[in-house]
């Protein structure tokens, strides 16, 4: 399902936070290639500007380059908007674990600063990235949104506190918010460098330059990698709803099946050997688990489905093989 088929109408203001991010500028693509005029905050600590130059110069596009954790700088941004997607965090468990006074500053009182100024802006809905971190220590599988564990990370406690405040704002001021609890997102444009670099695009370039992708653990932990496409159809779902039941609530934002590192590993070095065969040869190692880590995510997603309708477009090797291309044909 793409955006024309949800039947959306291309004349909204829509304020994207970190929208030079991953997530953030692929919404930012697909939002403006509709029709619709994006303001965009982003104080690219964590996004990229080659992720937005394309957007610069097109007449609905408005950058603003300042912090969520200044609330005058909200303020501006909420300035007639429509609806907000808030994408803009201090992501990844281990950066959380490293520095926990930085991801509750940004995650915490950044996320606040927002909803005070969507809240004061009379913006009519707030729809939020929250995380799959908040299921915690549950073993319950799959994860059904009502029942969930206790944190595991400074990063999952700050995204818990998040739905937490979206309630409040919701009961308390009349702020409409939607929390989409994201499964291990990937696709085009997600940073493969750095130390918190998401799996799927480090091994990826690992594995492109015939390096040995490092799995944490023996390869046995499980995740419900979620491609970038049918995140944008949730938050656009999310954005458009007119069923009042279907609003200040969460939902997992996933594909509904797991796939343990290993094959995970095994599924890319096919994709990636049909533009060189030696990427086959390539092996494999195994590192210490990390600390904070859930050993298995998988979600339901049927609550999106009844509520948003929502209906995922790619599974987990289609979504592979067009990151994988877009990584071979973009990326050095």
């Given at each position: 399902?793409?955006?024309?088929?949800?039947?959306?109408?291309?004349?909204?203001?829509?304020?994207?936070?970190?929208?030079?991010?991953?997530?953030?500028?692929?919404?930012?693509?697909?939002?403006?290639?509709?029709?619709?005029?994006?303001?965009?905050?982003?104080?690219?600590?964590?996004?990229?500007?080659?992720n937005i130059k394309?957007?610069?110069?097109?007449?609905?596009?408005?950058?603003?380059?300042?912090?969520?954790?200044?609330?005058?700088?909200?303020?501006?941004?909420?300035?007639?908007?429509?609806?907000?997607?808030?994408?803009?965090?201090?992501?990844?468990?281990?950066?959380?674990?490293?520095?926990?006074?930085?991801?509750?500053?940004?995650?915490?009182?950044?996320?606040?600063?927002?909803?005070?100024?969507?809240?004061?802006?009379?913006?009519?809905?707030?729809?939020?990235?929250?995380?799959?971190?908040?299921?915690?220590?549950?073993?319950?599988?799959?994860?059904?949104?009502?029942?969930?564990?206790?944190?595991?990370?400074?990063?999952?406690?700050?995204?818990?506190?998040?739905?937490?405040?979206?309630?409040?704002?919701?009961?308390?001021?009349?702020?409409?918010?939607?929390?989409?609890?994201?499964?291990?997102?990937?696709?085009?444009?997600?940073?493969?460098?750095?130390?918190?670099?998401?799996?799927?695009?480090?091994?990826?370039?690992?594995?492109?330059?015939?390096?040995?992708?490092?799995?944490?653990?023996?390869?046995?932990?499980?995740?419900?990698?979620?491609?970038?496409?049918?995140?944008?159809?949730?938050?656009?779902?999310?954005?458009?709803?007119d069923n009042e039941?279907?609003?200040?609530?969460?939902?997992?934002?996933?594909?509904?099946?797991?796939?343990?590192?290993?094959?995970?590993?095994?599924l890319l070095k096919?994709?990636?050997?049909?533009?060189?065969?030696?990427?086959?040869?390539?092996?494999?190692?195994?590192?210490?688990?990390?600390?904070?880590?859930?050993?298995?995510?998988?979600?339901?997603?049927?609550?999106?489905?009844?509520?948003?309708?929502?209906?995922?477009?790619?599974?987990?090797?289609?979504?592979?093989?067009?990151?994988?291309?877009?990584?071979?044909?973009?990326?050095?």
């Amino acid at each position: 399902m793409n955006i024309s088929e949800i039947g959306f109408k291309p004349h909204y203001t829509i304020l994207i936070t970190g929208g030079a991010g991953f997530i953030g500028s692929n919404l930012t693509e697909s939002l403006l290639n509709n029709g619709n005029k994006i303001i965009c905050l982003d104080n690219f600590s964590t996004g990229r500007k080659e992720n937005i130059k394309t957007f610069l110069s097109h007449p609905n596009y408005r950058l603003i380059e300042g912090d969520i954790r200044n609330l005058e700088v909200c303020r501006k941004a909420c300035s007639g908007v429509d609806y907000i997607l808030h994408q803009a965090a201090l992501g990844s468990v281990p950066r959380s674990i490293n520095d926990p006074i930085t991801s509750n500053e940004v995650n915490v009182g950044g996320f606040l600063n927002m909803l005070v100024a969507a809240r004061d802006e009379k913006v009519k809905r707030f729809i939020y990235a929250a995380s799959s971190s908040t299921y915690g220590d549950s073993k319950n599988l799959p994860k059904v949104e009502d029942i969930i564990g206790q944190p595991l990370s400074p990063y999952a406690i700050t995204k818990y506190v998040n739905e937490l405040y979206a309630k409040i704002f919701s009961t308390t001021y009349g702020l409409e918010t939607i929390g989409l609890r994201y499964f291990n997102v990937f696709g085009r444009k997600q940073d493969p460098n750095g130390a918190y670099a998401a799996v799927i695009p480090k091994f990826v370039m690992q594995l492109k330059k015939l390096e040995s992708p490092v799995i944490n653990g023996d390869g046995s932990y499980s995740r419900d990698f979620t491609y970038i496409d049918n995140v944008i159809q949730m938050n656009v779902l999310a954005m458009l709803t007119d069923n009042e039941k279907a609003v200040n609530t969460v939902y997992n934002v996933a594909l509904g099946n797991r796939i343990d590192l290993n094959n995970l590993v095994a599924l890319l070095k096919k994709y990636l050997s049909q533009f060189n065969p030696k990427i086959m040869d390539v092996n494999i190692i195994y590192g210490p688990s990390r600390e904070g880590d859930v050993p298995h995510s998988l979600a339901s997603i049927e609550k999106a489905k009844k509520m948003l309708g929502y209906k995922p477009t790619h599974n987990l090797e289609e979504g592979l093989k067009e990151a994988v291309d877009w990584y071979w044909e973009n990326l050095k």
